[in-house]
């Protein structure tokens, strides 16, 4: 890998998905995981279930307010990225990532809050060529994770 990966949970609700970000987290060596907002935290028996034991090989930490958060990332020279489909996002395979690059995955219906977009330095989108708007949030974020590690060329 040619960048450090953090990944920022902000407001996840479903514990199924936080159990599966471990596992994707895990699958890239991310340095750790941030839960912020509404996103629940080990010890839970379905996060416990689905995370297959990667939620005791990944750092993580929860910093509740999503501010704070950022700000706390900020200040640890991590460069935030929303996936998001925001005004000025730019597809994942051709955005410029940084050496130390969190990825902010937002919730699962309202996606990454205005107020946290707000705090982050860039924002990537997955192109949908399908009738559907998005990717679960996990897989979207296997899918981010990689280029974002490995600095992939353009598309």
Known sequence: PRRQL?????????PLNVGSMFRIADACGAAEMVFSGKTPTPPHPIIDRTSRGHDRRVPWRRIAADDQACATLHAEGYSLVALETAA???????????ERVCLVLGNETAGVYPATLAHCDGAVFIPMYGKGPSLNV???AALVGYPALLAAPPC
């Open 6 to 14: 953090a990944f920022l949970l902000q407001s996840l609700e479903d």
């Open 88 to 98: 000025g996002a730019r597809c994942f395979l051709e955005y410029p990532y940084p």
């Open 138 to 140: 996990h897989v979207a």
